[in-house]
């Protein structure tokens, strides 16, 4: 089992930023990618960042390039999402997932992850 614990949400007002983190009980040799979703209310989680652990691809969602910027220590077992020049919009729960098994699904699919944190509330106020 792999625990996920995010952290770093809170707070902002438009134009801000924060930075949220994903401390994971381990990684393992196996380890595919870790990503970022988001969820708004009433709305199904859909996916904001991934990095690929061979090689640190990332991709993002069109909606926060330019202004989102995954990146990981490996060392340190956390994956860490900036958030700079933060909307309103971006107001949703946030959630590490992380995949081992190497799902090979598109990366934007939940069903993609194998374990997942509990989520943190970022707020953008206008």
């Known amino acids: 089992q792999v625990q996920l614990v995010e952290s770093g949400g809170g707070s902002v007002q438009a134009g801000g930023s924060l930075r949220l983190s994903c401390a994971a009980s381990?990684?393992?040799?196996?380890?595919?990618?870790m990503a970022w979703f988001r969820q708004f209310p009433g709305k199904e989680r859909e996916g904001v960042a991934v990095?690929?652990?061979?090689?640190?691809?990332?991709y993002y969602a069109d909606s926060v390039k330019g202004r989102f910027t995954i990146s990981q220590d490996n060392a340190k077992y956390t994956l860490y999402l900036q958030m700079n020049s933060l909307k309103p919009e971006d107001t949703a729960i946030y959630y590490c997932?992380?995949?081992?098994?190497?799902?090979?699904?598109?990366?934007?699919?939940?069903?993609?992850?194998?374990?997942w944190g509990q989520g943190t509330q970022v707020t953008v106020s206008s």
């Open positions: 990095i690929y652990t061979r090689g640190s691809r990332t």
């Open positions: 381990r990684y393992t040799t196996t380890t595919s990618r």
């Open positions: 997932a992380a995949d081992f098994a190497g799902a090979g699904t598109t990366w934007t699919r939940v069903g993609g992850y194998e374990y």
